[in-house]
Nanobody
Framework: QVQLVESGGGLGQPGGSLTLSCAAS????????MGWYRQAPGKQRETVET???????NYADSVKGRFTIYRDNAKNTVYLQMNSLKPEDTAVYYC????????????WGQGTQVTVSS
């Protein structure tokens, strides 16, 4: 059974940093587009940042210059480095894996809470 297990969430200070990790199992990781999404209370899930199998990234304007997604294919893991945190970054963050050849082949992690507060 495919699993995406997120870790690294928690309480962050405004202006501080957190790094999220998502470890994938039972997928051919290098052939998957990976992404981080987030959902704040009362809001729809939104794309934070994605990375394709070649390493090209796309990011939301709201995180430009602050968040960086990167992947380690040897470890089947994708990361989200979050710097200069803002209270509006508070949300549940979800990891997503999408087969680059068959987009219907898609998986989600269980989510990890990120709260930015002083």
């Amino acid at each position: 059974q495919v699993q995406l297990v997120e870790s690294g969430g928690g309480l962050g200070q405004p202006g501080g940093s957190l790094t999220l990790s998502c470890a994938a199992s039972k997928i051919a990781f290098s052939g998957y587009y990976m992404g981080w999404y987030r959902q704040a209370p009362g809001k729809q899930r939104e794309t934070v940042e994605t990375i394709n199998s070649s390493g090209r990234t796309n990011y939301a304007d709201s995180v430009k210059g602050r968040f960086t997604i990167y992947r380690d294919n040897a470890k089947n893991t994708v990361y989200l480095q979050m710097n200069s945190l803002k209270p509006e970054d508070t949300a549940v963050y979800y990891c997503n894996a999408k087969n680059s050849l068959r987009v219907s082949d898609e998986y989600w992690g269980q989510g990890t809470q990120v709260t930015v507060s002083s």
